[in-house]
């Protein structure tokens, strides 16, 4: 079959692997209809993320068609649609079974492999999902593919992170970065009834796409976004903060437009060694600090039981599609944001 493949710093190759095979009664290979390319993917596309073997199968964003079963798995069927989050769960550990299914005691990444052991990624024809039953969400008919894709994995996240803004009326809310993540954030913000929601970016295209989804946006290359977050909170700061970009500097800018007793949810993918606030400042404030991976399968099945992708255009944010043979071209395209490129899909036919 053919995937995008891990060669090193900024090295995406087109390759052809072996299929998939079953491993275990409780597998399923999936045929990929649609995968996506994440901003965590540059991580391990700009080295950041050190320890990936050279070959894997990248990405963990896809919906597909299941093409074949372990004995064992009882849930799908040959031809089932399916979204997928981007972790494996088992569904029985303490942590599935609180909900925290991102820490599931025996789940994987898609797309990670270190020392031959991990998961291979969604950038192919087809993948191999472990513990299908439970991991595997079925995509239904109201769902097409775009929004099936987002919902397993940044559109959860966005979610997530609005969830734990604690988000009250009559409160002021920021979310810094207008990336994919933070678009998702924003309609998550404003569906859990944010009223007044400021969104921050340095992008232009980006600022309009939010505020299409409803807030009130600041480009913090030409605006004084402290002093407007003060001047809307009558001096105090914002009442939560959701940080989705993953940077030491949005960070400190987190921390810096928070009142005292406020919230910051971050959800950004932070690999520095230290926070860029101290102790003391955060001491300071009465900070709540909330963060972590989000567990997409919890989130994803939470959302479709309240219908909340089905209200809202959030595929709206793909703008660029490729096919997986031009897989290095749309990995720059992503990471330098040319063409205006907010969110980048791949058609594995």
């Not at 053919?2 to 052809?16: C, N, P, W, Y």
């Not at 981007?86 to 990670?112: A, D, M, P, Q, V």
């Not at 994919?180 to 992008?203: N, R």
Request: proline share 4%; glycine share 10%.
């Amino acid at each position: 079959m053919q995937a995008l493949t891990f060669g090193g710093k900024e090295v995406i190759e087109f390759s052809t692997v072996n299929d998939p095979q079953l491993l275990h009664p409780t597998d399923a290979i999936v045929k990929i209809t649609l995968a996506g390319i994440c901003g965590s993917d540059l991580h391990v596309y700009h080295g950041r993320e050190t320890g990936l073997d050279f070959g894997t199968i990248m990405g963990h964003e896809f919906t597909g068609i299941v093409e074949e079963v372990g004995n064992d798995v009882k849930k799908y069927k040959v031809g089932a649609r399916v979204l997928s989050p981007f972790t494996t769960s088992c569904g029985e550990c303490y942590y599935c079974r609180i909900g925290l299914t991102c820490r599931c005691e025996k789940g994987n990444l898609f797309g990670w492999m270190q020392h031959g052991h991990g998961l291979h990624g969604a950038q192919a024809t087809y993948i191999r999902v472990p513990m299908a039953d439970s991991t595997l969400i079925p995509l239904s008919n109201d769902l097409n593919e775009q929004k099936g894709l987002l919902l397993g994995d940044i559109f959860s996240t966005g979610y997530f992170c609005a969830d734990n803004a604690n988000i009250k009326p009559d409160t002021v809310h920021v979310v810094i970065g207008c990336g994919p993540v933070g678009l998702m954030t924003i309609i998550a913000a404003k569906h859990l009834g944010a009223e007044t929601l400021f969104a921050v970016d340095i992008i232009p295209e980006r600022l309009a796409m939010a505020k299409q989804f409803g807030s009130v946006t600041l480009n913090a290359a030409t605006e004084n976004v402290k002093e407007e977050i003060l001047t809307a909170s009558n001096g105090r700061g914002a009442d939560s903060v959701m940080e989705v970009v993953g940077s030491d500097q949005t960070l400190k800018l987190a921390i810096n437009l928070l009142r005292p007793g406020g919230t910051i949810s971050s959800v950004g993918v932070h690999t520095a060694p230290n926070f860029s606030f101290s102790p003391s400042e955060a001491y300071d404030k009465n900070l709540t600090y909330k963060s972590g991976r989000c567990p997409a399968h919890h989130y994803s099945e939470k959302l479709l039981r309240e219908e909340v992708p089905q209200r809202y255009n959030i595929e709206n944010i793909i703008t660029h599609q490729f096919t997986l043979r031009e897989g290095a071209n749309a990995y720059e395209v992503f990471d330098k944001k040319l063409d205006n490129c907010i969110k980048a899909v791949l058609l594995t036919e």
